[in-house]
């Protein structure tokens, strides 16, 4: 298969960072326990993982090429490993800070090169869209597998345990692992860069993008989607421990079932992409998730949990919550294709950037709504409030279409 080692390693990274990215939610619900922190305290550590990924991608996206996409990945994935290894030690609160804060700047290197690195290894647009599905797919494998490894590091017996922290051992070796199988990979990056070699020229094909309706709209959908993704993710492990009252390892659990049904909506929008257009596949989505909101919120009022209720004894809204999380997770891997695959490829990382920094101020501002929400009223209202950007994503959803369709007579 074409081009088959270097595909390998940004599925490889992806899936290392999937892990580190969103252990947000666990992380949130351990430092409460641990170190006393509120609610709305914690849901700061949101903003030190995204603000730092929306600067970086500002700064660096117009001229990563010329550092070199091979050579950016490294550089993050040397930052995450030695971060990982001083995290056992860790006995204070800004420690996760300063973890999510080298996080979101090494992951912007990775989500701009490996965005940019699809367009060199695909041939077409219909390649291009069912490689982002089955990649971010196994990002959500990546998200799916973290949570489940995170979950076997609780003692639910002992809240108040720092033991859970041993799992960045693990993390740290799975970061290495991923930095040298990228070390001995080759990948051939002449298309990526543009003919003006100079650093105004890469501004200004930056800033070209913006002149583009259907980019504006494409980020103003991103930004809606990723403030609705965001908030489900980094608050399902707080939601089942709070308010449906299970057990900490359980809890993070679920977001694992949430991530469960992310990798399997996304690996069938690699298929599906192939089959119908893009603005069927997100219609169908943003509507089905909006009804399945109001069908299963009302499920989760009143609930008794036992203290003994498991995953074999659990009440049926524990397994319908996460699993509405397959009608978000077409989503974000369809509409990234299509304003990728429709411009030069000398442009994916100017855009991969612009991606990244709206993505990452979405998921802020979705997390820290929610935290404050979630505080000062209740979970469900929380997430009742994310049926208001869930229509504004419809609505710009089309009109990015019929500005994408217009463009190509």
């Known amino acids: 298969m074409k081009n088959f080692n270097i595909k390998i390693v940004l599925f490889l990274n992806y899936f290392v960072f999937a892990i580190l990215l969103n252990s947000v939610g666990t992380v949130i619900l351990q430092v409460q326990q641990n170190f006393g922190i509120s609610k709305s305290a914690a849901s700061v550590l949101e903003g030190f993982k995204d603000l730092p990924i929306a600067i970086c991608s500002f700064i660096l996206a117009s001229f990563l090429p010329k550092i070199g996409i091979k050579n950016s990945m490294l ?5 995450v490993t030695c971060m990982c290894f001083v995290m056992p030690f860790s006995n204070d609160f800004w420690f996760f800070k300063l973890l999510f804060a080298i996080v979101g700047i090494s992951f912007a290197l990775i989500k701009i090169s490996v965005f940019t690195s699809i367009g060199l290894v695909t041939e077409n647009d219909k390649e291009h869209s069912s490689f982002m599905g089955f990649l971010e797919g196994f990002f959500m494998v990546g998200v799916l ?9 609780i003692d639910d017996h002992n809240p108040k345990s720092t033991e859970w922290l041993n799992v960045y051992w693990v993390l740290g070796g799975l970061s290495l692992a991923s930095f040298l199988f990228l070390f001995f990979s080759k990948l051939d990056e002449r298309e990526a860069k543009s003919e003006k070699t100079d650093l105004i020229g890469d501004v200004k094909n930056s ?3 913006l002149s583009y309706k259907k980019v504006l709209f494409f980020l103003l959908c991103a930004f809606l989607f990723v403030l609705v993704e965001q908030s489900f993710q980094t608050w399902t492990p707080t939601f089942y421990k709070e308010i449906l009252k299970l057990p900490t390892s359980m809890s993070i659990q679920a977001a694992a079932v949430l991530a469960g049904a992310f990798a399997l909506g996304r690996f069938l929008s690699g298929f599906f992409s192939r089959k119908f257009n893009w603005i069927y596949v997100v219609s169908f989505c943003i509507i089905g998730f909006a009804i399945s909101i109001l069908l299963v919120l009302p499920l989760t009022h009143n609930i008794h949990i036992d ?5 074999l004894n659990a009440p049926l809204v524990v397994y319908l919550f996460p699993l509405m ?12 294709s299509i304003i990728l695959s429709s411009i030069p490829k000398y442009l994916h990382s100017a855009m991969s ?5 709206f993505s990452a101020i979405g998921g802020t501002i979705g997390s820290i709504i929610t ?3 979630f505080q000062e009223f209740s979970g469900q209202h929380a997430f009742y409030l994310s049926l208001i950007p869930l229509s504004l994503l419809l609505v710009s959803a089309i009109f990015m279409s019929r500005l994408t369709i217009n463009s190509k007579k």
Do not use: R
């Not at 203290?307 to 995953?311: E, L, R």
């Not at 999380?325 to 990234?336: K, R, T, V």
């Open 75 to 79: 550089i993050a994935l040397f930052l």
């Open 325 to 336: 999380g397959g009608f978000l997770a077409p989503i974000y891997p369809s509409i990234n």
């Open 307 to 311: 203290v003994n209720t498991g995953w």
């Open 371 to 373: 935290g404050f929400v």
């Open 353 to 357: 950037g612009l991606i990244v920094v």
């Open 145 to 153: 597998m973290g949570n489940v490894l995170f979950s076997l590091f």
């Open 207 to 209: 800033i070209s993008l």
